[in-house]
């Protein structure tokens, strides 16, 4: 009884604010299903679960960032990059460390995956490369969280001029994709965990 009430609470609570400029999150995320979005396909809306799940991502941010404050080294949290054409987004938090500042980006994951990581995973990259673009700070942090035990690990980011040539390349390819009313073919080497989560998917296979 309980259970389906948060549920409702959640469903209820859900608002899908449509898209008009690309997000930060948008650099790894399959171009076909972005297209879907802007044209404002019919999509399949999360599950309460997922947005709880959205929820506890939040608050890990905030508890982490409340630590960063009491430390002294947060210079600004949930910044938003200078406004330009095509892109929008706020990096978690510019913190400093030594008179050195460096893009934060805090990422909770799954125990099973936190265990096997051994390196920053490259859909995380993208995103602090363009924060680090952005805010012309060379360095960056990918902080991430085990969200069962709470244990830490993180990777120093260094700004590479090439990732963010080719992640704005392909936000221009898509975008004038989007402003002719051309879908994107199904990306050849796309991993079957996207489609398996895609909120389009009944519509992506309906069309070839
Ligand atoms: S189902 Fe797969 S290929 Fe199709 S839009 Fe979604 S992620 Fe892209």
């Known amino acids: 009884m309980l259970t389906n009430l948060i549920d409702q609470f959640y469903t209820d609570n859900f608002k899908d604010r449509g898209q008009e400029k690309f997000y930060v999150t948008d650099s790894a995320k399959c171009p076909r299903a972005l297209y879907f979005k802007f044209k404002k396909y019919p999509k399949k809306d999360p ?6 799940i959205f929820d506890n991502g939040d608050y890990t941010h905030m508890r982490i960032a409340t ?9 600004a949290v949930e910044i938003k990059i200078p406004p330009q054409e095509i892109i929008s987004g706020r990096a978690d938090a510019i913190i400093d460390i030594e008179g050195k500042p460096y893009v934060l980006e805090i990422k909770s ?17 993208k995103q602090v490369q363009l924060y680090m673009h952005y805010f012309k700070i060379p360095d960056g942090i990918l902080l991430y969280e085990d969200k069962d035990k709470q244990t830490l690990k993180e990777f120093s980011v260094k700004y590479d001029p090439f990732i963010i040539q080719d992640v704005l390349k392909n936000f221009k390819q898509l975008k ?18 996207r489609c398996d989560y895609c909120e389009y998917r009944e519509e992506c296979q309906k069309i070839q």
């Open 47 to 52: 599950e309460p679960r997922v947005l709880r």
């Open 67 to 75: 630590v960063l404050f009491g430390l002294g080294i947060i210079r």
């Open 109 to 125: 994951i799954a125990s099973y995956k936190f265990q096997k990581l051994e390196n920053p995973e490259p859909d995380h990259i």
């Open 176 to 193: 004038e994709q989007i402003d002719k009313d051309i879908l994107p073919a199904i990306p050849e080497n796309i991993e079957s965990w």
